[in-house]
């Protein structure tokens, strides 16, 4: 490599480490988190277990979408972000990436979204692509939440919940029945718990800048409110997994209720920690990773009955 290469090389790096934090790629947790109440959906709904194609497509269209999402809120955060000690490194909030640069990536990852969808099963083609277009504004709004409501994780939530939606309706092209109704809000109720523990690490910042959060809404109730939505999670999914006959029986029984009751009393551990006066801002951090292999947990026991 002559020295001139070298530089060149050198200068792209930066570059792309940039671009992989806008879309949040370095931290795989993100992404995870979305793609798991995806999965609830695909083992749930009534022609489980989804054929492995469809799960190829719905990986790929939650990267999408969840890449668009990040740069959405960086792009309305861009002012903000400087000022909350978590945030103050993103590539927008330090100059490292321009406007431009980060609306021709979302518009990139919207279109990839787009594409995703069209190649889902055709029978149910028209439905996917209307939930898909109905995703999309609360998906681009819901950074701006934060200026106007009190409880934003709660539009996070709502969007959230698509990824319940678009992947119950590929799999089998319609939105019926109690056990989308609770997986649906088993996703809603675990978002809305997870997101709110991660902007209790942004308290003191939100307070000074003036935005708004469910963690301080709630205040010192915070702790028993995410409590209470890891109980309707693990709630919700064990009674729409016993409508569709999983684990309700034989050796299946075990292997779903083992793991359901391992992630559930996990849950619970989880947040009743969130009630210790002394925990340092990385606790927050920790604690949404381990809501990651807790919610991976749950999927693991809707699969294993059915495998």
Same mark, same amino acid.
């Given at each position: 490599?002559?020295?001139?290469?070298?530089?060149?090389?050198?200068?792209?790096?930066?570059?792309?480490?940039?671009?992989?934090?806008?879309?949040?790629?370095?931290?795989?947790?993100?992404?995870?988190?979305?793609?798991?109440?995806?999965?609830?959906?695909?083992?749930?709904?009534?022609?489980?277990?989804?054929?492995?194609?469809?799960?190829?497509?719905?990986?790929?269209?939650?990267?999408?979408?969840?890449?668009?999402?990040?740069?959405?809120?960086?792009?309305?955060?861009?002012?903000?972000?400087?000022?909350?000690?978590?945030?103050?490194?993103?590539?927008?909030?330090?100059?490292?990436?321009?406007?431009?640069?980060?609306?021709?990536? !979302? /518009? #990139?990852? @919207?279109?990839?979204?787009?594409? +995703?969808?069209?190649?889902?099963? *055709?029978? &149910? =083609?028209? $439905?996917?692509?209307?939930?898909?277009?109905?995703?999309?504004?609360?998906?681009?709004?819901?950074?701006?939440?934060?200026?106007?409501?009190?409880?934003?994780? !709660? /539009? #996070?939530? @709502?969007?959230?919940?698509?990824? +319940?939606?678009?992947?119950?309706? *590929?799999? &089998? =092209?319609? $939105?019926?029945?109690?056990?989308?109704?609770?997986?649906?809000?088993?996703?809603?109720?675990?978002?809305?718990?997870?997101?709110?523990?991660?902007?209790?690490?942004?308290?003191?910042?939100?307070?000074?800048?003036?935005?708004?959060?469910?963690?301080?809404?709630?205040?010192?109730?915070?702790?028993?409110?995410?409590?209470?939505?890891?109980?309707?999670?693990?709630?919700?999914?064990?009674?729409?997994?016993?409508?569709?006959?999983?684990?309700?029986?034989?050796?299946?029984?075990?292997?779903?209720?083992?793991?359901?009751?391992?992630?559930?009393?996990?849950?619970?551990?989880?947040?009743?920690?969130?009630?210790?006066?002394?925990?340092?801002?990385?606790?927050?951090?920790?604690?949404?990773?381990?809501?990651?292999?807790?919610?991976?947990?749950?999927?693991?026991?809707?699969?294993?009955?059915?495998?």
């Amino acid at each position: 490599m002559t020295e001139a290469s070298a530089q060149t090389a050198g200068s792209l790096r930066p570059g792309l480490g940039a671009w992989l934090e806008l879309v949040r790629w370095h931290k795989p947790s993100g992404r995870l988190i979305l793609l798991i109440p995806a999965g609830w959906a695909l083992w749930l709904q009534p022609l489980a277990p989804p054929p492995p194609p469809l799960v190829g497509w719905i990986v790929l269209g939650g990267l999408a979408v969840s890449a668009a999402g990040c740069i959405a809120n960086d792009l309305w955060d861009r002012r903000i972000d400087p000022l909350v000690e978590r945030t103050r490194h993103r590539p927008l909030a330090d100059g490292r990436l321009g406007v431009a640069s980060a609306v021709i990536l !979302l /518009v #990139l990852c @919207l279109l990839a979204a787009l594409v +995703v969808v069209l190649a889902l099963p *055709a029978t &149910s =083609g028209k $439905l996917t692509l209307l939930l898909a277009l109905a995703a999309l504004p609360p998906v681009l709004l819901y950074p701006s939440a934060k200026r106007w409501f009190g409880y934003p994780q !709660l /539009v #996070l939530a @709502l969007c959230w919940g698509f990824a +319940v939606l678009i992947p119950w309706a *590929a799999a &089998s =092209g319609s $939105l019926q029945g109690w056990p989308l109704a609770l997986t649906w809000l088993a996703t809603l109720s675990w978002t809305f718990g997870f997101d709110t523990v991660y902007a209790m690490a942004d308290r003191n910042d939100d307070k000074v800048v003036g935005v708004r959060s469910s963690a301080l809404s709630l205040g010192a109730l915070a702790p028993q409110a995410v409590a209470l939505c890891y109980g309707i999670t693990a709630a919700a999914l064990a009674l729409a997994a016993s409508l569709q006959g999983i684990g309700v029986q034989g050796s299946g029984g075990a292997l779903f209720w083992l793991p359901w009751a391992l992630a559930s009393a996990g849950m619970q551990r989880e947040a009743h920690q969130l009630r210790r006066p002394d925990l340092p801002r990385s606790a927050y951090g920790r604690h949404f990773g381990n809501q990651v292999k807790l919610g991976g947990l749950l999927l693991l026991a809707l699969i294993l009955p059915q495998l």
